[in-house]
């Protein structure tokens, strides 16, 4: 018959169809005739023919806060020290992007560390700090 290959007459591709016709297959972004995915986000303002700006755009949104256990706090910090976003970045334990920390309240703290006034508590570590 000429055509080769072990798969028959139509080649695994079935008889019709759009994936059976040859050299052409929807894109890796095809969402099977859903809304695609650019035309989800709201058109920007200002946006029109003759600008340059990007018709369709979206952001990602603010990275949430970093959370960081007592018992991290009790072991890489000395008696006295404070307990601050640079100084946790130092020591490696958030990340360099970090704009906000919650401190959780597993573990026990029993060393005296000062807070910088942008670290955030749980409710059971404030609790815990009250008593």
Do not use: C
């Not at 139509?10 to 809304?35: E, W």
């Amino acid at each position: 018959m000429g055509r080769g290959g072990k798969r028959g007459t139509f080649s695994g591709h079935g008889s019709k169809g759009q994936k059976a016709r040859s050299g052409v297959h929807p894109g890796a972004d095809f969402r099977g005739g859903d809304t695609p995915l650019w035309k989800l986000f709201p058109k920007r303002r200002g946006a029109n023919k003759k600008t340059p700006i990007k018709h369709r755009f979206f952001q990602l949104r603010a990275v949430k806060a970093a959370t960081l256990n007592l018992e991290k706090i009790e072991r890489y910090f000395a008696d006295g020290e404070t307990v601050s976003l640079e100084t946790l970045k130092a020591k490696n334990l958030v990340k360099n992007y970090v704009k906000t920390v919650k401190v959780l309240g597993r573990g026990q703290l029993k060393k005296v560390v000062k807070f910088a006034p942008e670290i955030q508590f749980s409710k059971l570590v404030t609790d815990a700090i009250k008593k």
